[in-house]
């Protein structure tokens, strides 16, 4: 059975729709009603309705705006809009907005039911085509899999980015040199509400089924996780990358009923740089629970520091290739640049540290293999490698104190994690406070502000707030509002407009939904007081 929210300004008309149509009949069950696009829109922020039924032309949110931001904040929500003949035109703007059907008014009750028949067929077909286990699709994993898991190095860079891209093109990948492609991996895990890894080769089909409506892709299946290669410009990439992550979540769980995690890496400008990004979709997925149903941002979870982890590798290979075969001269040259180099970087203390950590072992791998016991003693007692390095003890007592820092390191990072959501709250708060009275703010605009994700975002605020960010910022618009109706003179329509809205309606919609009074009688009441 598939939920649906009805919306429609004329009472009549979507009371009418509600009461004649036989919606169980036709494998559909109301789950509410909107006279406007606001309560549109917050009924399927809460209900997460399969199918919304609205009106192109909506009071304070019009039809095609309301489609956008359904699909900002519930990608997988389809939509029908009833249009005027005027508008039919004005309707079809929004087919990138998950537009299922238009249905031209005035419309007959059989020709509706008919329709609504055929929307459900084709909501059969898109969840079926998730579920779908069946592939027919070419296999690009003998260029994907390399590309993605061993990484490509050339000496030189530019001629090393031509091959990868011709084999990409000789593979099916890519089809000509003329493009402006970026690159991103996302990781899907997909698990039972026992926390269990139950992803199969099956479910490449279903995240393709996503993939495919937003942007050009490459999937396969890996060691119970599914791997994916996104393929598109920086616009679409920035546009679309949110909502088609926020999709698959969203999908799994409403058609599979599983939980379903996804990491997602940094934006790469290269081929050859896509096995770094599979690294950072493989760390960032690892800050899932296994309960965990959400998406997880490399960006949102660390920070990029001026050194990555592929750099501190070819560091480490570097100096002990200086080790075994170079003169003393050299690479102590090689690692005084080094750090006139970080300091330049301002690397962070505790990135330098971790490399400190990785140089010391190998270091120490060397030493053991070329050194006779006596060197090995010698340099074992050198305070830096004891304090690093070496412990004295039982292998138990080593087992323990390796033990005891793994749990403090995941201690603080869940402590980092806490802390970092608190202050990306703050900042969203700031940012409100500040920025209210700008009628362009969003969800999407603050994410960007602050230089995180809007699914990032979005969730981070429900659980530390238990509000959704439109709740935050309509909560300060009102107060707002209130404290320049009671202390001030100013018109409503100042007043409005000062709080962010361009339509007077709209705000005094909006108020009187909050207070329980509209604008007018709040004053009036104000100087009733006043007068006592």
């Not at 059907?101 to 929307?119: C, F, G, Q, R, W």
């Not at 592929?310 to 075994?324: G, S």
Request: some cysteine.
């Amino acid at each position: 059975m598939y939920t649906v929210v009805v919306a429609d300004d004329e009472e009549e008309l979507r009371r009418a729709i509600i009461r004649r149509i036989d919606w169980e009949s036709i494998g559909f069950r109301v789950v509410g009603e909107a006279e406007n696009g606001v309560e549109a829109l917050e009924l399927v922020e809460k209900a997460e309705p399969d199918l919304l039924l609205t009106d192109i032309k909506m009071p304070f949110i019009s039809g095609i705006e309301l489609a956008r931001q359904v699909r900002e904040i519930r990608p997988t929500t389809q939509i029908a809009f009833l249009s005027g003949f005027d508008e039919f035109s004005y309707a079809q703007q929004a087919i990138q907005y998950n537009i299922i059907s238009y249905m031209l008014k005035p419309i007959s009750v059989a020709d509706l039911t008919k329709e609504l028949v055929s929307i459900k067929e084709k909501i059969d077909n898109l969840f079926q085509d998730f579920r779908d286990k069946q592939q027919n699709r070419m296999d690009k994993s003998s260029f994907l899999m390399p590309l993605l898991m061993d990484g490509y190095h050339a000496e030189d860079k530019e001629e090393g980015e031509k091959m990868l891209i011709r084999s990409a093109i000789e593979s099916g990948v890519l089809k000509d040199y003329n493009n402006d492609f970026r690159y991103a991996v996302i990781i899907t895990s997909i698990r039972d509400e026992g926390g269990k890894n139950c992803t199969v080769q099956a479910h490449v089909h279903s995240v393709d089924s996503i993939l495919k409506k937003y942007m050009k892709h490459e999937s396969f299946y890996w060691n119970g996780k599914v791997i994916s290669l996104l393929i598109a410009t920086p616009a679409a990439l920035d546009k679309y990358m949110h909502i088609l992550v926020g999709d698959v979540v969203q999908s799994t769980k409403r058609i599979m009923g599983l939980n379903c995690s996804i990491g997602v890496s940094r934006v790469m400008d290269r081929l050859s740089e896509c096995h770094d990004a599979y690294i950072e979709a493989l760390n960032a997925l690892d800050y899932s629970g296994k309960a965990d149903s959400g998406v997880h941002y490399i960006t949102d979870e660390e920070h990029a520091e001026g050194i990555d982890g592929q750099e501190i590798l070819n560091i480490v290979t570097e100096v002990e290739a200086l080790i075994r075969g170079s003169q003393g001269s050299e690479l102590e040259r090689y690692l005084e640049e080094l750090f006139d180099r970080m300091q330049e970087m301002r690397v962070s203390r505790a990135k330098a540290n971790y490399l400190m950590v990785q140089l010391l072992a190998s270091v120490c791998k060397i030493i053991y293999a070329v050194a006779d016991g006596e060197e090995i003693e010698r340099i074992q007692k050198n305070t830096l490698l004891q304090s690093i390095v070496f412990q004295d003890g039982s292998f138990r007592e080593m087992q323990g104190k390796l033990t005891e820092f793994c749990l403090s390191a995941k201690e603080m990072v869940g402590s980092q994690r806490k802390k970092s959501s608190r202050v990306l709250c703050e900042k969203t708060l700031q940012i409100i406070e500040s920025e209210f009275g700008n009628g362009n703010i969003s969800l999407v605009s603050v994410s960007g502000e602050i230089g995180v994700s809007p699914n990032y975002l979005s969730a981070l605020i429900k659980k530390e707030t238990g509000k959704t960010f439109i709740d935050l910022l309509t909560g300060k618009r009102m107060e707002e509002a209130k404290e320049l109706l009671m202390c001030t003179s100013m018109k409503i329509k100042e007043i409005s407009e000062k709080c962010g809205y361009s339509d007077q309606h709209y705000f005094s919609y909006c108020f009187k939904k909050y207070s329980g009074v509209s604008p007018n009688v709040l004053r009036q009441q104000i100087k009733a007081e006043g007068k006592d």
